[in-house]
């Protein structure tokens, strides 16, 4: 198994940025990729942002592409997301996935960009 925490999200103008952080525990060495996905209310959950956890190898979404960075700390089991020029309608529950796809999952954090 592994555990996903994650942390840092706020309340935040538009324009603002914030870190988000996802914290790894237990058989992280099972752990092939990671990756960020949103829901906002009403809507279906939608993909962020991946990493793969020894290559680093990146993928974003569309909506996002310019403005997040997905990175990670091998050292410290963690996977960052590095949001700018925020918009309201990045406004979500931002969850981290993580495994050989996405068998595990955090419990997710709120992130609310007030316009």
């Known amino acids: 198994q592994v555990q996903l925490v994650e942390s840092g999200g706020g309340l935040v103008q538009a324009g603002g940025s914030l870190r988000l952080s996802c914290a790894a525990s237990g058989r992280t060495w099972s752990i092939y990729v990671m990756g960020w996905f949103r829901q906002a209310p009403g809507k279906e959950r939608e993909f962020v942002a991946r990493i793969t956890w020894s290559g680093g190898s990146t993928y974003y979404g569309d909506i996002v592409k310019g403005r997040f960075t997905i990175s990670r700390d091998n050292a410290k089991n963690t996977m960052y997301l590095q949001m700018n020029s925020l918009k309201p309608e990045d406004t979500a529950v931002y969850y981290c996935?993580?495994?050989?796809?996405?068998?595990?999952w955090g419990q997710g954090t709120q992130v609310t960009v007030s316009s």
């Open positions: 996935a993580a495994g050989r796809g996405n068998e595990y």
